[in-house]
């Protein structure tokens, strides 16, 4: 049986190909959204671009047919505008204010109806924005979230190690041999680079870490060098891991994902500084940010661009003081002064450069969408490695989530690649009270 699927604004703004994700079956678009999606269209953003797709994808339907009497799409259904079913006279009992949203629901309520005498096709709304789902619901509404543009479905992230138990003649062995062939230990898929925390299944407490090499063939035994990076010792086994992949000269891309205080922003600093300063592997450090407003742009607070950047970019500086040890004020800006190698920017200002020789370090990538991402890592010149990290449960974009955010997106689409790698941080390390916190608030 064909389902009728009415789409929201918000699912065309998030993915504008949302249209070819219905199969055989039939996708209407209200009136009410191609207002709303006109709106958007002279935003300089990625809602914008969005918005601008939109409108050429329908203009290019446009040719096929009549879009208020529907067209058809590749993938075997139909595609309309639905410029009808807008009567308020089923919802003025539940919902009186004539809004956007209830003009959305006022349609497809009165396209269930409709298709209730016939009993032929299901309507379904379609909406990322949860309280439209609970209304929807609230009239009866069949409802769904769009989950066609996530990456990996729900919570099967990839981490970038796993924990497995070992025979203790397999843990010998790896001790002896310093190495497993994979198909000896385990028949799950691995990938490049990806770490394992093993036990032995006869005494737990004897344990090694394992890393899959390159070439994805074989475990190696791994051994983290204990010195400390630009005067940072790794406090916990994920950090262990993180300081190897920032420091490998084979890895030009890592992600790093994990909570507020795990080190994310301290590890990547301080590789970066020893690369770029200690061992002048690289010209420069850039070390940049999405500037995602809570309140007003950037473009509100008084000063020159240096001054502008300053609140957006103090988590970068609280870090760096840390490093440095600057504890007078005015102190760290004279050491960045000095030292030019060290460039700290909003990410709108290296968009459409090309960057080589150089570590770059993009933090809060979890606040950039898939196309922003694909185009910062394009930009990426010869000789450079960036690194990617961010907490993908902590999203200030209005049309991102856990599952759709730019991080995970590179996270799960290229851990197969032996020129990435990844890691999740898991214990927090800022203090006692961070900890607590992120895991209980």
């Known amino acids: ?85 807008r009567s308020f006279e089923k919802m003025k009992q539940t919902f009186l204010e004539v809004t956007n949203d209830n003009r959305i629901l006022a349609v497809a309520l009165n396209i269930k109806i409709e298709e209730e005498n016939t009993l032929v096709k299901k309507v379904v709304l379609v909406s990322k924005d949860a309280l439209m789902r609970v209304k929807a619901d609230a009239l009866g509404l069949f409802t769904e979230d769009f989950l066609s543009d996530r990456v990996v479905q729900f919570d099967r992230m990839y981490k970038g190690y796993e924990e497995k138990f070992l025979p203790p003649k397999k843990m010998d062995e790896l001790f002896e041999k310093r190495r497993l062939v994979k198909p000896d230990f385990t028949r799950t898929i691995t990938q490049p680079h990806q770490f394992y925390i093993f036990r032995d299944e006869a005494a737990p407490s004897r344990s090694a870490l394992g890393k899959v090499d390159k070439d994805n063939e074989c475990v190696e035994l791994f051994i983290a060098a204990d010195d400390p990076v630009w005067g940072i010792r790794a406090r916990n086994v994920q950090q262990r891991m993180a300081l190897d992949i920032l420091t490998r000269d084979d890895i030009p891309l890592v992600t790093l994902a994990g909570k507020a205080g795990t080190g994310k922003t301290l590890l990547s600093l301080a590789a970066g500084l020893y690369q770029t300063e200690d061992l002048q592997k690289y010209k420069k450090l850039l070390v940049a940010r999405p500037v995602v407003p809570v309140g007003k742009d950037i473009g509100y607070l008084p000063g020159e661009k240096e001054e ?124 006692g009270l961070a900890q607590m916190a992120a895991d209980l608030l």
Do not use: C
């Open 308 to 431: 502008k950047l300053r609140p957006w970019m103090q988590p970068i500086y609280d870090n760096l003081e840390y490093l440095f040890n600057a504890k007078k004020p005015g102190e760290l800006d004279k050491i960045l002064d000095g030292m030019g190698s060290l460039q700290v920017e909003a990410l709108t200002y290296i968009r459409g450069r090309s960057i080589p020789d150089q570590f770059i370090i993009i933090d809060e990538a979890q606040n950039l969408t898939k196309h922003e991402v694909k185009t910062i890592l394009t930009r990426v010149g010869e000789g450079s490695k960036i690194v990617l990290m961010g907490d993908p449960k902590q999203i200030d974009h209005p049309y991102l989530d856990e599952y759709t955010n730019g991080l995970t997106y590179v996270a799960e689409r290229l851990k197969s690649q032996g020129e990435t790698a990844h890691v999740k941080l898991e214990k927090g390390e800022r203090s």
């Open 1 to 85: 049986m064909k389902n009728v699927y009415v789409l929201d604004t918000n699912v065309l703004l998030q993915d504008p190909l949302a249209i070819y994700s219905f199969h055989e079956h039939d996708v209407i678009i209200p009136a009410v959204v191609l207002e709303e999606v006109d709106s958007k269209k002279r935003y300089m953003d990625e809602i914008g671009r969005n918005a601008r797709q939109v409108a050429r994808l329908l203009d290019e339907f446009r040719e096929n047919g009549k879009l208020h009497e529907g067209v058809n799409l590749p993938s075997g259904g139909t595609l309309r505008v639905e410029l009808n079913h």
